[in-house]
């Protein structure tokens, strides 16, 4: 089913999302190259690659935009720079001298290199871009590792209501008027809150956020509808999310939130794939296992306990796979090593076991 | 184990058992008869079923003899850091009104890393019956403090609180505080351990934070490698077994066998590091397990 998803033209965008150290970065790449193998022209946004996959990929420092995959008909590579990102739409929005000032604003490095919400932000914005060009078959994105669902699927109207909230219209109007001389026309309690945040955050703080907010409000204008654009893009048919977990507790309880999540949001959940599953096992029952303990040699004992425990770590795995509710389900079997070339993303079985 | 640090700051990539790890580090040290505090910084509440709680408050509770716990919120210490310095309520009312204090913990990061470094600030200096800060050259109220820290990838920017709001808050008492939680963590009294698994990412990753501590002047602890496979003489050449059953036992064995391999090779890459490793304990860590573990840390 997800193969399918795949080969099928009218897909254009695949999201791939779930909780951190699920291998989700392999999985958008798989997804990618297996497409690409299809003839679809692919491009695979990945966010922090490893490093040997990032290498398998030709990523490096400077990969920021889509670039020809080495060996891979048909297949780009980009990563996400999100400070980057931030720049370039401020460098294509505002005059020259405006795009300085708010580049060397503290409150602008601050925001753009490590506010929580920005990476999924610029994740949207760059898919929107890719989009926009009418380049690609098929664009398969690798969300960040946000810890929760709402992070990515929040940001922009965070963002966006960040923008437009009380606080920012507040703050850039002492700017506008050239300072906070304003405190004379303001009632009490806003008074109490200027002097309260100069006092702790010292008072020059104000002017930087004042600064910045102002010039981003006249830069990010349109934010909050491009945010909605891209947002509304991807409840749109031709867009699939793909939600991956692992079959251990906490990763299918964030997967199951990121389901839930997806459904109230009215967003096409495609389905779950399940990295890491088991591979099948000797056909012998525990109870079998243990009877033949009984006359083994100490070698064949351990095995056999080995074989136990697997056992019950295989039964464990299928009853939390069992409490998944999506539209699909494929599992992966656990890879004998790590994946991190071509050949290893080749041959991850994106057809196999499906639900 | 070396307790003379009393700060005690734990990381790690996500999914490899930092939180299990801090809390099995502090009910360690309250074990020992330590009084200890383990703090949450990032809201997820992982901390509270691991004590068969839903959740952890904003206070200090006692989750075992010796051991309290609390999870810190940045909008609540704002509130009362705003509090405490201006006994000024409405102000912070006021604060919340217009949206400041989302400002300050959500879009601002530098700050909001001051506020939630700055709980772990003051709970470390404590002493009984005095504000922090002071010279009172007495007991601490805490032996230990433990934190369950942000994830490695964000781990030295959450620390170097200094360069953070250098360009941020340039006087005033965020700034001042800011200042001393840096000269906190760069002391002798902070330590930071780091949580991997024995595999190939997550060490690479501890290795780019160690480097990274490291370039920060800041102390490292222990890299505790959780979910150690042990060493096994395992095989199944015999005549009692059905040949399929055999193969697909010997693929079995094969398997753990190169898992082991593989760890062997990773943990030579830790060599002239502080390395505890730890048994692998299956998927659910219950209150028992990690006492086992506690006492495994105890004995390190």
């Given at each position: ?113 490590s506010?929580a ?30 810890r929760s ?51 702790i ?155 | ?5 009393r700060l005690h700051v734990v990381t790690g ?5 930092k939180t299990?790890l801090a809390a099995?580090l502090a ?8 009084k200890t505090l383990l703090l949450e910084v990032e809201g997820r509440q992982g901390l509270a079923p691991l004590f068969?709680r839903s959740e952890l408050p904003y206070r200090e509770v006692e989750l075992?003899?010796?051991l309290w716990g609390m999870s810190v919120d940045p909008r609540e210490a704002l509130l009362e850091y705003i509090e405490m310095y ?6 912070g009312?006021?604060l919340a009104?217009?949206?400041?204090i989302d400002?300050a913990t959500t879009?601002a990061p530098g700050l909001r890393d001051v506020l939630l470094t700055g709980k772990a600030y003051e709970a470390t200096r404590r ?5 922090s800060g ?7 109220v805490y032996?230990a403090v433990v934190m369950d820290a942000p994830p490695?990838?964000r781990i030295?920017k959450f620390l170097d609180i200094?360069?953070q709001l ?7 008492p965020i700034?001042?505080q800011a200042?001393s939680i840096s000269?906190l963590i760069?002391?002798?009294m902070t330590?930071v351990h ?107």
């Amino acid at each position: 089913m997800i193969k399918d998803l795949l080969s099928d033209p009218t897909t254009r965008v695949i999201l791939c999302c779930g909780a951190g150290g699920v291998g989700k970065t392999t999985t958008a790449a798989a997804i990618a190259l297996q497409a690409a193998d299809q003839g679809r022209k692919t491009v695979v946004l990945t966010i922090d690659p490893a490093r040997r996959l990032a290498q398998a990929l030709g990523l490096n420092e400077l990969s920021f935009e889509p670039h020809a995959v080495k060996a891979v008909p048909n297949l780009y590579a980009m990563q996400l720079d999100m400070k980057r990102t931030f720049d370039e739409i401020v460098l294509a929005h505002a005059d020259p001298d405006r795009a300085r000032t708010i580049l060397e604003n503290p409150f602008y490095i601050s925001l753009s290199s490590s506010f929580a919400g920005t990476q999924e932000y610029m994740a949207m914005e760059k898919l929107g871009q890719l989009l926009a060009s009418q380049e690609w078959d098929l664009i398969v994105v690798d969300t960040p590792p946000s810890r929760s669902a709402l992070d990515f699927l929040d940001a922009p109207a965070r963002l966006g209501s960040f923008l437009d909230g009380r606080l920012i219209k507040f703050l850039t109007t002492p700017a506008k008027a050239g300072g906070w001389a304003i405190t004379r026309i303001l009632n009490t309690g806003i008074q109490l809150f200027a002097s309260t945040i100069s006092k702790i955050l010292g008072g020059q703080i104000l002017t930087d956020i004042s600064a910045f907010v102002s010039a981003l409000d006249s830069v990010f204008g349109g934010f909050r509808k491009r945010a909605d654009e891209t947002y509304q893009l991807l409840k749109a048919p031709g867009s699939a999310f793909i939600v991956v977990a692992v079959p251990e507790r906490d990763p299918i309880r964030e997967a199951e939130f990121f389901i839930d999540r997806l459904n109230s949001e009215g967003m096409p959940l495609a389905g779950v794939i399940v990295n890491r599953v088991s591979p099948s096992l000797a056909p012998i029952t525990i109870s079998e296992s243990k009877e033949l303990q009984k006359s083994a040699s100490p070698e064949l004992n351990s095995a056999l306990d080995l074989h136990i425990e697997n056992v019950r770590a295989k039964t464990n795995e299928e009853r939390l796979i069992k409490t998944i509710k999506a539209p699909a389900l494929l599992r992966i079997e656990d890879a004998d090593g790590e994946i991190s070339d071509i050949a290893g993303l080749r041959s991850i079985d994106l057809a196999g076991k499906s639900l | 184990m070396n307790t003379a640090p009393r700060l005690h700051v734990v990381t790690g990539k996500g999914g490899t058992g930092k939180t299990t790890l801090a809390a099995a580090l502090a009910l360690s040290f309250a074990q020992a008869g330590a009084k200890t505090l383990l703090l949450e910084v990032e809201g997820r509440q992982g901390l509270a079923p691991l004590f068969g709680r839903s959740e952890l408050p904003y206070r200090e509770v006692e989750l075992a003899p010796q051991l309290w716990g609390m999870s810190v919120d940045p909008r609540e210490a704002l509130l009362e850091y705003i509090e405490m310095y201006y006994k000024a309520g409405a102000a912070g009312r006021a604060l919340a009104k217009f949206g400041v204090i989302d400002f300050a913990t959500t879009i601002a990061p530098g700050l909001r890393d001051v506020l939630l470094t700055g709980k772990a600030y003051e709970a470390t200096r404590r002493r009984p019956g005095s504000k922090s800060g002071s010279t009172f050259e007495g007991p601490w109220v805490y032996d230990a403090v433990v934190m369950d820290a942000p994830p490695t990838g964000r781990i030295g920017k959450f620390l170097d609180i200094n360069a953070q709001l250098a360009s941020l808050a340039k006087v005033g008492p965020i700034r001042k505080q800011a200042e001393s939680i840096s000269e906190l963590i760069h002391s002798e009294m902070t330590t930071v351990h780091i949580v991997t698994l024995p595999e190939e990412m997550p060490i690479q990753e501890s290795l780019e934070a160690v480097d990274e501590l490291r370039g920060l002047g800041i102390n490292l602890g222990h890299i505790f490698v959780n979910q150690m496979l042990e060493e096994k003489a395992l095989d199944v050449f015999t005549d009692k077994i059905d040949g399929v059953v055999a193969t697909a036992l010997r693929a079995e064995v094969n398997r753990y066998t190169n898992r082991v391999t593989r760890q062997e090779k990773q943990i030579a890459l830790l060599e002239e590091l502080d390395v505890i490793e730890i048994a692998h304990m299956g998927e659910e860590i219950s209150f028992e397990i990690l006492e086992f573990i506690a006492n495994g840390l105890r004995e390190a």
